[in-house]
Each structure stands twice: as C-alpha cells, then as structure tokens.
C-alpha cells in the first residue's frame, strides 16, 4: 500500500471515528428534530446543509492556507479558536433554547398527542366550555433554530483535517490532496447523517408522550449539556 492508500485509509477512519465520538456532530440534530416534530426528510436536509457548511469551512482555509504556504501551526490555532467560539456558541445556543422552552412550557396549557396518522396535534381546553380545537403542529418559527445551527456547525472545525491529513497529502500532488480532503469529507457528513437517524428512531422508542410540553425544554437542556461535555472533555 503506498503513501497515498495510507492517508486515504487513514482519512476514512478519522472521519468516522472523529465524528462518533464528538456527540456535538449529532445530538444537536436529534433533539431539536424531536423537539419540532421535524420529519426525518426534513432532519436529513438540516443534517446535510450542516454538515457542508461544517467541511466546507475547513476545506477551504486548508487550500488557502497551503496555496498561501502558511505554516500548519498558524492554521492549527486559527482552528483552535473556532473550535472554542462554535463551543461556547453551542452553549448560548442550549441555553436560550431551553429558557424558551421553559417559558413555553409555563405559558402553554396545551397539551400535544399524537393522531392515528401520525401527525402530532396541540389539544386545547376552553374553561368553562365543551369547545376545544386541534391544530397541527409546524415548524414556521423554527428558522432561529435552523440558522442557528447552521452558523454553529460553520464555525466548528474539523481539527483533524488540515494538520493531519491535507498538509501531508499536499506533499505528494494534487490529486492526493483532492482525494484525501474528498474522502474526509463525504465519510464525515455520512457519519453525522448516521448517527442522527439511528439516534431519531431510538429516541422514537421511547414513551415520552406525558413530557411533550416540556420538549423544547428539553431539547435546549440536552443541547447545553452536550456543548459543556464538548468544552470539558476532549471530544
């Protein structure tokens, strides 16, 4: 197996391993698809745009940074501090996420079950009346949402990719370069989309329908604690 195969190899395997083991890579997804009743076609797209936006960034001050000769270091720490800012967005993220759903909890008395065909309804109550209404349940105010893990997904790094596998690669020729950014990259977003779908119909397992109202609390909570496992673990 010559140099080439071997970063190739290697690059596959980093991808995959990198993306299973930091849990800001779909944990995010899983919840606030869960929380907004978004659809797996939905979930998959929102998984996608992400996860191009979140090689995209990487990639492309990797190619800067080699068609610029910079030194690997100097590239290493403008990682670096990426990785803590898209953190400690995550974090604000969770946080304000949750407060939100807390006060929707608290300000809501609607509760939401699930109808035989699948869709998830609000079931209101009128005091001192017999009349109650049905309404489906969307996601129009859920633009925040998408575009605040699209920003976080962009500025987090892949911190792998430029020292380890796209500085060697670049020794070699362009094509090695080409190939092992590639292979990095398309091995990186399907693990993420893995990841998210098995964690959705896991989730789906679970007999959560008494705790709907508290969803988006919930999800905010899972998601701040996920950012806080990233900034104390290193994941």
Same mark, same amino acid.
């Given at each position: 197996?010559?140099?080439?195969?071997?970063? !190739?190899?290697?690059?596959?395997?980093? #991808?995959? !391993?990198?993306?299973? !083991?930091?849990?800001?890579?779909?944990? =995010?997804?899983?919840?606030?698809?869960?929380?907004?009743?978004?659809?797996?076609?939905?979930?998959?797209?929102?998984?996608?745009?992400?996860?191009?936006?979140?090689?995209?960034?990487?990639?492309?001050?990797?190619?800067?940074?080699?068609?610029?000769?910079?030194?690997?270091?100097?590239?290493?720490?403008? +990682?670096?501090?990426?990785?803590?800012?898209?953190?400690?967005?995550?974090?604000?993220?969770?946080?304000?996420?949750?407060?939100?759903?807390?006060?929707?909890?608290?300000?809501?008395?609607?509760?939401?079950? /699930?109808?035989?065909?699948?869709?998830?309804?609000?079931?209101?109550?009128?005091?001192?009346? +017999?009349?109650?209404?049905?309404?489906? #349940?969307?996601?129009?105010?859920?633009?925040?949402?998408?575009?605040?893990?699209?920003?976080?997904?962009?500025?987090? =790094?892949?911190? =792998?990719?430029?020292?380890?596998?796209?500085?060697?690669?670049?020794?070699?020729?362009?094509? #090695?370069?080409?190939?092992?950014?590639?292979?990095?990259?398309?091995?990186? !977003?399907? /693990?993420?989309?893995?990841?998210?779908?098995?964690?959705?119909?896991?989730?789906?397992?679970?007999?959560?329908?008494?705790?709907?109202?508290?969803?988006? #609390?919930?999800?905010?909570?899972?998601?701040?604690?996920?950012?806080?496992?990233?900034?104390?673990? =290193?994941?």
């Amino acid at each position: 197996m010559n140099e080439v195969s071997i970063l !190739i190899t290697a690059a596959i395997s980093i #991808a995959v !391993i990198h993306t299973m !083991i930091g849990i800001d890579h779909y944990i =995010p997804f899983i919840a606030l698809s869960r929380s907004n009743d978004w659809t797996m076609k939905k979930t998959v797209l929102v998984v996608l745009v992400c996860g191009i936006g979140h090689v995209a960034s990487s990639v492309i001050l990797g190619f800067v940074g080699i068609g610029l000769s910079s030194a690997v270091t100097s590239l290493a720490e403008i +990682e670096s501090f990426r990785g803590m800012l898209a953190t400690y967005f995550l974090i604000a993220f969770g946080f304000i996420y949750m407060v939100y759903g807390i006060r929707l909890a608290m300000k809501d008395k609607a509760h939401k079950h /699930t109808t035989h065909d699948g869709h998830t309804v609000s079931h209101t109550h009128l005091k001192g009346s +017999e009349i109650h209404e049905h309404k489906k #349940a969307d996601s129009k105010n859920s633009g925040g949402v998408l575009w605040g893990l699209f920003i976080i997904f962009v500025l987090g =790094p892949c911190e =792998p990719l430029i020292p380890i596998l796209m500085y060697p690669a670049a020794t070699h020729n362009t094509f #090695a370069l080409v190939a092992v950014t590639l292979c990095f990259s398309v091995f990186t !977003i399907g /693990t993420m989309l893995m990841m998210t779908v098995l964690g959705l119909k896991g989730v789906k397992l679970l007999k959560i329908n008494k705790l709907e109202r508290y969803a988006h #609390a919930m999800a905010g909570f899972t998601v701040l604690l996920c950012g806080i496992s990233v900034l104390a673990l =290193p994941i």
